[in-house]
């Protein structure tokens, strides 16, 4: 079985900055483990401080609710089933783009969160880590990488 160690995080992190800066961000990126335990964090020059916490919960968000944050989003509308989510885990739950799961084997082995952006441009740099994710799995051939973006389950 895959796992998150430090070394994979540091690669993912560079495709992800590598992409924020060809978008022309300035982003926090955090790398946590299955238990959404942080394994690596990268702040760029002239970050937000703001992002450094936020990205981290997107990340842990992630792997916490077993889907991309961007999923949460209409999910936690007034009038949603799941309005006010976001308020609770002392409102450590993230419900704006930019946290993705990492999966190998349909089992999520850890997550990306990215802030600096919109919530578009957050998930733009977090899928460029995401698709390095695949290519390292593919390249490593111990199994198939996918990062869940579909439908929420509660």
Do not use: C
């Amino acid at each position: 079985m895959f796992k998150i160690n430090l070394e994979t995080a540091k690669y993912l992190l560079a495709y992800a900055e590598q992409k924020a800066q060809q978008m022309g961000l300035n982003s926090d990126i955090a790398i946590v483990d299955e238990g959404g335990n942080l394994i690596a964090f990268h702040r760029m020059d002239n970050a937000r401080i703001a992002g450094i916490e936020i990205s981290q919960n997107k990340a842990w968000t992630s792997v916490a609710m077993q889907m991309p944050t961007a999923n949460l989003a209409q999910s936690a509308l007034p009038g949603s089933p799941s309005f006010g989510i976001n308020t609770t885990n002392q409102g450590r739950l993230v419900i704006l783009g930019g946290g993705i799961p990492l999966v190998s084997n349909d089992r999520i082995i850890g997550g990306i969160g990215v802030s600096g952006g919109t919530s578009t441009q957050d998930i733009e740099v977090a899928n460029a880590a995401v698709n390095a994710f695949k290519s390292l799995l593919t390249v490593d051939n111990t199994s198939t990488a996918n990062a869940r973006i579909g439908s929420i389950h509660f």
